[in-house]
């Protein structure tokens, strides 16, 4: 049988939510003792228990809050007025939430997707870098970051997007940038952001205002010219300057 932290080894490296629940304090007779630890999953299954019955029902209902909040919360059980257990005591419990990584997306293995992608990898980002260039893929041999050398389209249909996707968009073509960025406005994302300079950026609003309708509430939306304006020269301090943006908006989602 896995243990609980055995359990949280594999979900983390799933890259699935769970909410971590223990028993911080009891009074009383109580089913499970101080340090009893349950995994609640996003679906609600469970690894382990803390014991059970409607106490354990309640728990689960409350995991399911915390990962959906991600503020880890307090809660205090009186078993029998609140759960109609006939052990009677009282039980404290500690619920946090383990969020999944956020996923990283670079389009672009260029000097500067590459510089990015290393660069990010402390941060605990779940990096991906696409590109359609094996001769540039091929420089990347960081195990930790996803590879995906294929069409800039073909890589859209297989990315899942969701709140917790960043997206940097820093291909070798213009218009291959600006369809990238047309497809991703669609998709719910935590960051969405396009390298370039002004012209490419002014250009770039008024083809989508004018050829797509993407109206200015839209537009606002993504990060371009994209990162932080450190005066940065050349990729490694452009990559610099585009994590410090990344940082800045994931501590802003999660606070």
Do not use: W
């Not at 956020?102 to 870098?129: E, K, M, R, V």
């Amino acid at each position: 049988m896995k243990t609980i932290f055995e359990q949280i080894l594999e979900a983390r490296r799933a890259n699935d939510t769970v909410a971590l629940c223990t028993i911080v304090h009891t009074r009383g007779s109580t089913p499970c003792k101080v340090g009893s630890k349950m995994l609640v999953y996003a679906d609600g299954t469970i690894g382990s228990t803390i014991g059970g019955g409607a106490l354990e029902k309640k728990v689960i209902m409350d995991a399911l809050e915390v990962i959906k909040s991600r503020v880890p919360s307090l809660f205090s059980h009186d078993l029998l007025n609140q759960h109609n257990m006939c052990c009677g005591g009282t039980v404290d419990i500690f619920i946090e939430p383990i969020m999944k990584r956020n996923s990283l997306y670079i389009f672009g293995a260029g000097h500067t997707g590459q510089a990015l992608a290393t660069q990010a990898i402390p941060f605990d980002f779940d990096i991906t870098l696409i590109d359609d260039r094996r001769e540039y893929m091929d420089q990347c041999n960081l195990s930790v970051v996803n590879r995906m050398c294929m069409h800039f389209e073909d890589a859209l249909e297989q990315l899942p997007f969701d709140e917790q996707v960043f997206i940097c968009i820093m291909t070798y073509s213009h218009p291959t940038d600006r369809d990238i960025l047309a497809y991703c406005l669609g998709k719910p994302f935590a960051y969405l952001g396009m390298i370039g300079s002004q012209r490419k950026v002014e250009m770039t609003k008024k083809l989508f205002k004018t050829g797509l309708r993407i109206s200015d509430n839209d537009l606002v939306r993504v990060d371009m010219p994209m990162g932080i304006d450190i005066g940065a020269e050349g990729p490694e301090e452009i990559a610099v300057s585009i994590l410090a943006k990344l940082i800045q908006v994931k501590h802003r989602i999660t606070t």
